[in-house]
Each structure stands twice: as C-alpha cells, then as structure tokens.
C-alpha cells in the first residue's frame, strides 16, 4: 500500500507573470525550485489564495535570481500578477517511508524571496 503525501510547498509565493500565449506550464525561479527540490517537469498542484482557483500543471525553470513565478498558458486565466499562491507537489510512499518523511517546506515573501524554511508544519491550536 502506498499513501500520497505533501513533498514540497512554496508558500504564499507571489505570481509575476500571467502568460496565456505561452506553452502550458509554471516557470518558477531555478533557486526557488533548487530550494524545495522540484524537479523540472514535475506536476504541480497550485492553490491561488487570492481568488481560490486550484488547479494542476508542471514546473519548468526560469532564470536563477529572477524571483518569476509565470501561470503560463490555459492556467493563466486562474491567476493575475500580484496573486499569492502556495505550489505543491505529493510524493506516494510507503508506511515504512511515511515514518521518516520530512516535506520541504519553503516560505515566500511577497518578492519571491525565502523568509523561512522548515520540515513539518506546526500544529493548529484550536481557537
């Protein structure tokens, strides 16, 4: 058996190109994918918290230090620049590899630029 787990997140990153003539895909700044370890190519799941459109597609690389993250083709109709988002990919494991995984978490600035890194996200309190 296998489950489906969180691998990596960028969170809240902040959408600098919308481009809806350009090859489907999301290029996202080679450092930041570097950062999270996202694979050129991999499938991304893309939730907008600016207007609450989720969908998927796959990552491609934009120049080092740009801080681009592009919606590029059918997807540039679910984002506008100066939306925030938070990318994610999944990874299936088994519950042997379920015990010792630890997912990337990276978080963004409202530039694209790292403010924080961890491995688990804290637990909610309840209000």
Do not use: W
């Amino acid at each position: 058996m296998q489950c489906t787990l969180l691998k990596t997140k960028l969170h809240r990153a902040c959408v600098t190109h919308a481009e809806l003539d350009y090859e489907g895909s999301c290029a996202i700044d080679s450092q930041l994918l570097d950062a999270a370890g996202i694979h050129t190519y991999e499938q991304l799941h893309i939730y907008n918290v600016t207007n609450g459109e989720r969908f998927s597609t796959y990552a491609i690389r934009a120049e080092a230090g740009s801080r681009v993250i592009s919606i590029n083709g059918a997807a540039a109709h679910k984002a506008n620049v100066g939306d925030r988002i938070i990318i994610c990919t999944y990874i299936a494991l088994t519950p042997q590899e379920i015990a010792i995984h630890k997912p990337t978490l990276i978080y963004l600035d409202e530039n694209n630029h790292i403010t924080g890194a961890r491995h688990a996200i804290p637990i909610q309190a309840a209000a």
